[in-house]
């Protein structure tokens, strides 16, 4: 006789040893099956995710990038309507101020030989100038393609003529000259940082040759490594392309794009295979939900196990003690149903086996129609739980249309905002640019009709009279139109200075009363021909750190306002310039004029753009605008303004004596 829980010696297995076995091997088939579809499903669905999402992000990269030499190309391309006969002065003052903005290391302007006859350069390296201009750069690669292709175009990487370090270069022709940015050093390098910031993975730039240009999280080896063989074959265009690249001798899923403008390949990679951090994570969470059950099943099965075989083992000693003819005996009762019901059979098998065989059977329809029973309230219950499950599903559809509906919505209204903003300021411009073009316009077309008239009548022989007429006709005609452009000229240009180029300003220690009586110099031959004075008191120690240009420009700004409106219609007039210290580290600053005053309904909105008494007569309304933005920005002060009419108007400027420094100024 085996003990319990022991296999026989014939190999047979006891009641306890194959429940346990059963259950063991039952969690084991099922869970496998489970881990293998889940793997089987989800491994290949997270290596497609992770490959479009490295396409999407090469994708972004490129076109980042695509932005940031827009932006560059766009800066240098307003330098081509350079005219060359301008004093050598102001075409420096305009290369400066591009230079100042960032981005490029150095701006040449080359003549048609070749040769630098202007260089901007960065304020630190300005001493540098003298050995740059007059140099020969006719033999530089990128000049030698401009020239043939005729038109602006980028270079791959060439060592700068300035400073020997590896470089790129956008050259712009413009009337028999060339314009040749190169672009800082570190300028990729920053762009590809703040675009890459949480990618971990390598992240990679080359150039049309396959040559390295830029990259993050790479081994020295990939650095100097050519990637044209890898590439070979591949058009990313601008949709990207993903394929799989090998990076420090590890396989990389990579998304490639390629920029149109520069010729640039951008590969953002990621782990494959068992590499993939999300593909380990996933195979670690189903072995270990595995071995798990396992376990659970190994504590659970012997217990169970042995609830199962106690009442069993009970009523095999009762059957041996029936066949050895003891009767009589009692069989203890267990809570399985089908146990006790053999209990209570063996203990009337004696005298009734024939009417408990029935009953067993009556007994046995029963527990099939309870089993009947369950089933269906089973069905009934997986029914009723298939609805509910659709019906929320279905709510949280509608609430998610009803989400994105909320989100277009909301962006309609931000863009209508904007188009509305950006429409008033428009408008503005384009009514005060109307009336000059038009005249310049109209004066151009009087004299393409006077040209054509003149040629008739050469061909029936020229007269002196009509040629003195003709090149009358002409130069009135051309001064008519040379005036209306420049007045249109003059709109754009104060147009564009409504935003104030802070990096322009240069800073330096001065005294207060020199500028301004520099300032008033220069407009000494307006004040002439008006019966208008200025008087100025300015203490002489007064000593500022700050920035005259834009200082400058607020009181020119001031002082040909009060000319033009304070004084309008009248043949006498004063106009104030005062100073004072006010505490120990600012002064006070005013212009006060004795003219006609602020109109009532203009002087809540007198410092926005575009309100001017004279809209539409000469006013382009973006003088205080102007004066406002650079006294509060440029110089860290204030600007207020009291106003009587018929009384005069006074602007009261509060500056520190040294004014914070703004970035990109020394």
Known sequence: MSTPGQSTATGEWSLRSSLVALLVVATLVTFTLIGIAILAYRVPAIMAEDREH???????????????????????????????????????????????????????????????????????????????????????????????????????????????????????????????????????????QAGTEDLIYP????????????????????????????????????????????????????????????????MVAYPTGMDNPRVRVTIALVLVGFVGSILLALVLAPLWAVRMSAPLQDLIAQTRALTSGTFGGKVSRGRILEFNQLAADMESMATAIRERQGELEKSEERLLQSLQNVQQLNL???????????????????????????????????????????????????????????????????????????????????????????????????????RNLQRANELITSFKQVAVDQTSAQRRRFKLSEVIDEILMT????????????????????????????????????????????????TYGLIRVSAERHGDDQIILRVADDGAGIQPDLFPRIFDPFVTSKLGRGGSGLGLHIVWN????????SITVNSTSEQGTEFRIILPLVAPRQPNNG
């Open 380 to 482: 009934l219950l997986e029914h009723r739980v298939e609805l509910r499950t659709i019906d929320l599903e279905r709510a949280n559809r509608e609430l998610s249309e009803a989400m994105e509906t909320l989100k277009l919505a909301q962006g309609e209204l931000v863009r209508n905002e904007t188009l509305a903003s950006l429409g008033n300021l428009v408008g503005g411009v384009a009514h005060e640019l109307n009336t000059p073009i038009g005249n310049g316009v109209m004066a151009v077309s009087t004299m393409h009709d006077q040209v054509r008239t003149f040629r008739r009548e050469m061909a029936n022989g020229l007269r002196r009279s009509t040629l003195e007429a003709f090149v009358e006709r002409v130069e009135r005609g051309s001064e008519i139109a040379v």
């Open 630 to 637: 650079t006294v509060t920005v440029v110089l860290g002060g």
């Open 54 to 192: 490295m396409r999407n992000e090469a994708v972004g990269l490129a076109h980042y990038f695509e932005q940031l030499i827009d932006s560059l190309e766009g800066r240098l391309g307003t330098l081509a309507a350079l005219d060359m006969s301008m004093s050598p002065r102001q075409i420096q003052r305009f290369l400066d101020s591009v230079i100042a903005e960032g981005g490029f290391k150095a701006i040449y302007v080359l003549n048609p030989k070749g040769h630098v006859e202007y260089v901007a350069l960065p304020e630190e390296a300005r001493e540098a100038r003298a050995n740059v201009v007059g140099a020969d750069l006719s033999r530089n690669p990128l000049l030698a393609s401009v020239r043939t292709l005729g038109r602006r175009a980028w270079s791959d990487r060439y060592l700068s003529a300035l400073t020997g370090d590896a470089t790129i270069g956008l050259a712009i022709p413009f009337d028999g000259y060339t314009l040749l940015g190169e672009v800082a050093p570190g300028f990729a390098s920053e762009v590809l």
């Open 203 to 266: 992240v990679l730039v080359v150039d049309r040759a396959g040559e390295y240009v830029v990259g993050r999280n790479l081994a020295e080896s990939d650095r100097l490594r050519n990637w044209a063989a890898e590439l070979n074959g591949v058009s990313p265009g601008r949709m990207g392309d993903v394929r799989q690249i090998r990076f420090a001798g590890r396989p990389y899923d990579t998304g490639l794009a390629r920029s149109d403008k520069l010729q640039w390949t951008f």
């Open 523 to 570: 407009m000494q031959p307006t004040l002439k021909r008006t019966p208008f004075r200025v008087e100025r008191q300015i203490p002489d120690d007064l000593v500022l750190e700050s920035y005259p240009g834009p200082l400058g420009q607020v009181l020119t700004n001031l002082l040909t306002n009060a000319l033009t409106h304070g004084f309008e219609g009248r």
